[in-house]
């Protein structure tokens, strides 16, 4: 089946140590129409910055560019804020592979990774996607479960303590009867139903009659319109 040819091109940069990896990619990639090599160097003889101003979409490195991720290539200002990386001919280590994708990596493909498996990271990555090995997808899912576990939950606000009378003027204003109509409704004043409207909206954080209504049903009481 042939590629199917995504459009725009991508603008791919090969920052790989071992040259004949690296120069069997660029003549892999020039043989595609839509894979550009804007550049192919070895870590050693390359900067970010001289990497930046290729203008890359998608930069892709062997395992030496991995250890030096958080020096230059991290998320935070670096690299991967103008385009995304792809490592290849990776170890199956977990411990590397979390650290690479803390470090911004949104492809991480092995060893036994083929030619036609990095061509379509590279444009899976450049449309937003990441890609891993099946093998260390529940590493991630296992990576979240155990930061969700660590992580203290955030105190949820308490439901409000709605007296008989308020819940009574919710269900009112819920019907969308007005101030005036309510007040004949339980025989008190005006001036009395605007208080605790005031003091329900407050209560429950709400800017607004309908807000309140949503709210309050939200919280477990029963409303009905």
Do not use: W
């Not at 042939?2 to 040259?19: G, K, T, Y």
């Not at 099946?134 to 939950?153: D, G, H, I």
């Not at 409704?185 to 005006?190: G, I, T, Y």
């Amino acid at each position: 089946m042939a590629d199917c040819v995504p459009s725009p091109s991508v603008r791919a940069f090969l920052l790989i140590e071992n040259r004949l990896m690296r120069e069997a990619l660029a003549r892999l990639f020039r043989k595609r129409p839509d894979l550009i090599v804007v550049g192919q160097t070895s870590p050693a003889d390359e900067t970010p910055l001289g990497i930046l101003e290729t203008q890359c979409n998608v930069l892709v490195g062997d395992a030496f560019v991995a250890g030096r991720l958080q020096e230059g290539f991290g998320t935070k200002g670096g690299l991967s804020a103008a385009c995304k990386i792809i490592l290849v001919g990776m170890e199956p280590g977990e411990e590397q592979f979390i650290a690479a994708v803390r470090s911004g990596v949104m492809g991480y493909l092995l060893q036994d990774a083929s030619a036609s498996d990095v061509i379509a990271a590279v444009r899976a990555v450049f449309r937003g996607e990441a890609v891993c090995p099946p093998e260390l997808c529940s590493v991630l899912f296992r990576c979240v479960a155990q930061m969700s576990a660590e992580m203290p939950l955030a105190d949820s606000p308490p439901k409000p303590d709605l007296t008989l009378r308020q819940q009574q003027l919710v269900t009112l204003v819920a019907k969308g009867l007005t101030n005036k109509e309510i007040a004949s409704r339980l025989n008190l004043s005006e001036f009395t139903v605007r208080n605790h409207i005031h003091n329900i909206l407050k209560q429950v954080d709400a800017s607004s009659r309908s807000e309140a209504v949503e709210t309050i049903r939200a919280y477990g009481y029963s409303i009905s319109s």
